[in-house]
């Protein structure tokens, strides 16, 4: 199965199957939510050790020649093999054939080693990383990962509705993350009510202020990282974009606690819906989702009848820059085509389209759940 490194905002890297790509998943770094594309993934650059050995670098006979499917491994440690190659020109024949067996046996023994690496390197690295939600699944899937557990005997936050200096909340959802490396807790709230900076910050501060104090965990006594979304409805929260009005981050058992605003939907926080192109804002808003979603349908398509292989491999970096100029260009060509068909649907100009576009990016409108 091939994978392929995912790196988040963040700075996280993580190894993800090749079949996760356009799903979504939440990084194990911060908890922020993205969507695996190849644009944030990439080919893992192959390992010093998985390289095959050239033959000419072998000892000469009577060893027995190397297959490709089987490459000797090289020890770093050991004498080079030019000098060693020497050494065997200079020693008889029959001494030669004396020591044979036991090179093959170091040989052979170098591949069990070799192997074994693999193995562990493979279920640790399975372990550290998980495989995250299905596009339209709220259900993470995860593979196996560091011992995931909900901590026992915890005081979990309430999903009654609470209020606060005007400014109403509940939890949305929770996730707990038990490992030696770290023990995180993620909230996901939706707020409702006076929303503000101040009393976003607040209720951060309290939410964050309590969940320090939970206790139970089997790594750690409290938890090292803490991450706490706030989200103005469900749509926004389940778009898998990113899309909180304000964030709460504590990455490490010693650091401070971090506030993020996102200022484009504070400045739409009080205002009134408003009617443009004959189309009420609701029905913009729904204009702005079909037209991410024929934006993704394009993509799709064009990847489809031009996949990307990897540049890395050689001979392919010239066909991969051939397929990219034909995906982008089949890209854009369906695009506009689906962007025609939705302006003639709802009696629109393009240009009146492509404002209504403009428009969800800059008031930061829900996109559609992945």
């Known amino acids: 199965m091939a994978v392929l490194i995912l790196t988040c905002r963040c700075g996280q890297q993580m ?3 090749e079949h996760a790509l356009g799903k979504t998943g939440t990084c194990v770094g911060c908890g922020l939510r993205l ?10 650059k192959p390992e010093p050790w998985a390289l095959p050995v050239p033959k000419e670098r072998l000892p000469a006979s009577p060893l027995p020649e190397p297959t490709d499917s089987d490459p000797l491994p090289e020890n770093e440690h050991e004498e080079p093999q030019e000098a060693k190659q020497g050494q065997e020109r200079a020693k008889p024949a029959a001494t030669l054939e004396a020591e044979g067996k036991g090179v093959v046996t170091m040989i052979q023994w170098q591949k069990i080693w070799v192997t074994v690496a693999i193995v562990v390197i493979g279920v640790v ?26 901590a026992r005997s915890l005081a979990k936050p309430s999903r009654d509705v609470v209020v606060k200096g005007g400014l109403s909340h509940f939890v949305l959802d929770e996730d707990v993350y038990d490992a030696p490396v770290k023990t995180q807790v993620r909230l996901e709230i939706l707020v409702s009510g006076q929303v503000s900076k101040p ?12 969940t320090r104090q939970r206790r139970g965990f089997k790594f750690h006594e409290s938890p090292t990282h803490i991450f706490i979304y706030a989200y103005t409805s469900r749509d926004h929260a389940e778009s898998g974009m990113g ?22 939907q504070l400045s739409q926080v009080g205002a009134r819906p408003e009617e443009r ?7 913009r808003k729904q204009i702005f989702s079909e037209i991410v979603k024929a934006e993704d349908r394009a993509e799709k398509e064009a990847e489809a009848k031009y996949p990307l292989s990897d540049p890395s491999r050689p001979g392919d970096s010239e066909s991969f820059l051939r397929k990219v100029e034909r995906y982008s260009a089949l890209k854009e060509k369906l695009n506009e085509k689906y962007n025609d068909e939705l302006a003639a649907q709802y009696g629109l100009t393009r240009q009146q389209l492509d404002e209504v576009g403009m ?3 800059i008031k930061d409108w829900p996109f559609p759940r992945y």
Request: charge should be positive.
């Open 15 to 17: 190894k993800v199957p």
């Open 35 to 44: 969507k695996i594309t190849k644009k944030n993934t990439q080919a893992p």
């Open 125 to 150: 690295v399975t372990c550290l990383f998980s495989v995250v939600d299905y596009r339209g699944s709220r259900t993470a899937e995860r593979t196996s990962h560091p011992i995931r557990e909900p």
């Open 199 to 210: 009393a976003l910050e607040t209720l951060l501060r309290s939410l964050y202020s309590s």
């Open 243 to 264: 899309q909180w009005i304000a964030m709460l981050s504590r990455k490490g058992e010693n650091a401070e606690p971090e506030i993020d605003m996102n200022d484009r």
């Open 277 to 283: 192109f004959g189309l009420s804002e609701a029905k």
């Open 359 to 361: 428009e969800g990016m």
